[in-house]
C-alpha cells in the first residue's frame, strides 16, 4: 500500500527507474524513522533523572512532556520545509493515475 508521499515523490520517475526509486524512498524512510525514534529517545532519557523530593510518575510526564515539544518542533520545521518545495506543474498524481 502506498501513501500520497510516496505516490507524489515517485509520480515524476521514468518506469525502468522506479524499482531503483522505490527502494530509496523506502531506505529513506526507515532511516528517517529510526533516526527520529533514537533522538526523542534520547531526549527522553536525558531529562529522566531522579532529583530529590520529586516523585517517579513526575520525572517521567516532565521528560516526556520535554521530548513531545521537540516533535511539535520537528513537524513543524518539517512543514515549513514543505512550503518551500517548488510547485509541480503537468503531473496528474491524483488517485486514477496510479
Not at 508521499?5 to 527502494?23: F, K, N, P, T, Y
Not at 525514534?37 to 510518575?57: H, K, N, Q, Y
Not at 520537528?74 to 509541480?88: E, G, H, I, K
Request: charged share 10%; proline share 3%.
Amino acid at each position: 500500500m502506498s501513501s500520497d508521499a510516496e505516490i507524489l515523490v515517485l509520480a515524476g520517475v521514468r518506469e525502468q527507474d522506479a524499482g531503483s526509486a522505490s527502494g530509496v524512498l523506502n531506505t529513506g524512510f526507515q532511516l528517517g524513522n529510526s533516526v527520529g525514534i533514537a533522538l526523542m529517545g534520547v531526549i527522553f532519557i536525558d531529562r529522566l533523572t531522579i532529583r530529590p523530593g520529586e516523585s517517579v510518575p513526575g520525572i517521567f510526564a516532565a521528560a516526556v512532556t520535554h521530548a513531545l515539544w521537540y516533535q511539535v518542533g520537528a513537524f513543524l520545521l518539517a512543514f515549513l520545509l514543505m512550503l518551500a518545495l517548488p510547485a509541480r506543474h503537468g503531473h496528474n498524481t491524483g488517485a486514477n493515475s496510479v
